[in-house]
């Protein structure tokens, strides 16, 4: 199925599933089940496991990023990017997944998780912040020296938090026993916190898709003066520059995409999606809130479901200066004959 299909067929689900309604009341704590049900039915939480032609494979990344961009832009609210990640992590180690939404830790490459012997299992200790979705899903994955581990959440420590979506974003404390398998050839840490971070940008770039969206309706439909604030030229200017800046985060997220299925240098299309696309979502919330004026922040107003995402998926996975300073790295470490190529070849 190509990723134009995938995406129309994702798009149809959550356009149907959720409402502002849904949102609005998992924010105050009540998990979609129904929505999950949908979801697992059919079959988007193994889009990346699944199209895996060998342990470790990529290939599924089109049709993951298709389904990601459409979840987003409706804000829908599931860990569907971490049980993707976390599906395909035990795919690929041999370990049969639970039938529930998953997370996967660390966040942030500050992670402190560890793992030892423990007769002849293995036990994982150490804790992890900002943990997606840890308290609502059934189980965590964490990727630690080259072995991929399965923790049952209700055997780890949880401190419940929020993200400013209102999602949940909890730090986990754990020393209990874990099934352990070695992770696939190629995959470690380092390519799961590039996958968390393109996950994040792709969902960025379909929720700037949606703001964009949003903002030039509202600006045709709001009548100030006798005309369509739209008509006006400062009203023109701040969206053509939202418009530019959408128009740049889609572009760089899909490449990063097209990079992780085989088509090009991944780390360094991965620094360039979460840095632009973060400096993206940060200049598109601004303006779009500004054309709205207050009603966008309204509690029955779709548009702050769509910001507050953006301004909390920016910092997850590397902020900004981050990535800018892992592009620094790649660069300086292909010296001065070796930029140029890698530019034009991105």
């Known amino acids: 199925m190509s990723d134009s299909l995938v995406r129309e067929v994702a798009g149809k689900l959550f356009a149907d599933l959720v409402p502002p309604k849904l949102v609005n009341d998992a924010e105050a704590g009540e998990f979609p089940a129904g929505l999950w049900q949908a979801v697992s039915e059919a079959g988007f939480p193994d889009a990346l496991a699944a199209a895996a032609e060998m342990p470790g494979d990529l290939a599924g990344m089109p049709d993951a990023a298709a389904i990601l961009r459409e979840a987003a832009s409706h804000a829908a609210p599931l860990p569907l990017a971490e049980t993707m990640i976390a599906r395909w992590l035990l795919a690929g180690a041999g370990i049969k997944a639970p039938d529930a939404p998953l997370t996967i830790a660390p966040v942030e490459r500050a992670g402190t998780l560890l793992l030892h012997r423990a007769g002849k299992g293995w036990r994982l200790a150490g804790s992890a912040a900002r943990l997606p979705w840890g308290r609502q899903a059934a189980g965590i994955v964490a990727i630690v020296e080259g072995r991929v581990a399965l923790l049952a959440a209700k055997a780890g420590d949880l401190r419940p938090g929020k993200s400013l979506a209102g999602e949940p974003r909890d730090d986990l404390s754990v020393d209990a026993e874990v099934e352990v398998k070695p992770a696939a050839a190629g995959v470690d840490a380092a390519l799961v916190h590039r996958l968390g971070a393109l996950s994040r940008a792709v969902m960025m770039a379909g929720a700037l898709d949606e703001v964009l969206t949003l903002s030039v309706q509202y600006a045709n439909d709001r009548v100030q003066f006798g005309r369509p604030i739209g008509k006006f030229q400062a009203i023109q200017q701040q969206l053509a520059v939202l418009a530019e800046n959408v128009a740049a985060a889609g572009v ?25 696309v973060g400096e993206a979502a940060g200049k598109v919330a601004e303006i779009a809130h500004q054309v ?55």
Not at 252 to 276: L, P, T
Not at 302 to 312: D, E, G, K, V, Y
């Open 252 to 276: 760089v997220a899909s490449a990063a995409v097209e990079a992780a299925a085989g088509k090009g240098d991944f780390a360094f299309a991965v620094a360039v999606a979460k840095a632009r």
């Open 292 to 346: 709205h004026g207050a009603i966008g922040f309204t509690h029955e107003h779709r548009l702050h479901h769509l910001t507050r995402r953006l301004w909390s998926w920016r910092d997850e996975f590397g902020v900004e200066s981050d990535w800018q300073q892992e592009l620094g790295r790649l660069a300086a470490a292909r010296g001065a004959d070796g930029v140029w190529p890698l530019l034009t070849a991105w």
